[in-house]
């Protein structure tokens, strides 16, 4: 089992280490932020709406803070800058945003609780990669 898993691993290894590689693994990881901050700046009115829905206020100060935010944070990762700082801010606001936004204990069962449940443990494992990220970032010599 060891040599089939050594012959594996020295198969994937060329592939997965490279930096593009890695580059598009944190591009998909920072896409929903990209996105999602993309959407407010376009469509403000619904992210004012947003940050009413989740009583947050003053909603146009919170959506402004968030919208810089998840740019800012997406583009420090992306572009290597304080790498493991961006990481790190997204991994927090991730749980943040997940404690407000899928509080599925409070919900009756059904759909939309289970629903609600499946995207908050999502939600957990999308910080942890950003833990991740973090750690991989600040173990590398080069990132020293």
């Known amino acids: 089992m060891m040599e089939l898993e050594r012959k594996l691993a020295g198969i994937a290894r060329p592939l997965l280490q490279s930096k593009a590689v890695y580059w598009v693994a944190l591009l998909g990881l920072c896409s929903a932020y990209l996105q999602g901050s993309l959407m407010k700046l376009f469509d403000f009115q619904s992210a004012i709406g947003e940050m009413n829905h989740f009583g947050l206020s003053p909603a146009p100060v919170f959506a402004v803070l968030v ?34 936004a899928l509080r ?38 080069a990132n020293r």
């Open 104 to 141: 599925f204990w409070e919900m009756p069962d059904g759909m939309d609780r289970m629903m609600a449940t499946n995207a908050f443990f999502e939600h957990l494992g999308l910080a942890g990669a950003f833990v991740i990220v973090a750690w991989v970032d600040l173990s590398t010599p």
């Open 67 to 100: 919208i810089a935010f998840e740019l800012v944070a997406s583009t420090m990762i992306l572009a290597g800058i304080f790498r493991w700082l961006g990481a790190l801010g997204l991994a927090g606001f991730t749980l943040m945003a997940t404690f407000v």
